[in-house]
């Protein structure tokens, strides 16, 4: 009796599936990063090269440690500029929240 042994969610397995096979190791974004990418009509498309492997990122705004437990389903893959650029903005996003939710204590 074999029964199948589920692959692993983290690490390469995950990255296989999402990188390599569903996005054929092109940049999934599309204006995530901050970058409109007008010149290729709004998606990154930019491929992985040695060395420079496509990044996992999660598709919504989500904690690291959330991040860590997502299916390949809601991760994104991004070259490294996107990737960047996402966390730059998502951290900008989550400051803006916490300043806003101080701000709304301070007027009550
Ligand atoms: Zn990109
Ligand atoms: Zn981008």
Redesign the pocket.
Known sequence: MNDPVPAPLAGAALWTVVAAERAGGR?E???????P?RKDGGT?RREQRPGRPLHLAPSTNVSDTKAATLPGDQLMA??P??HD??LRTRRRDREQTIRQSAGTDALF
């Open positions: 940049c974004c599309r204006g995530e990063c901050g970058n990418h990154c991004l070259c500029p996107c650029g996402l």
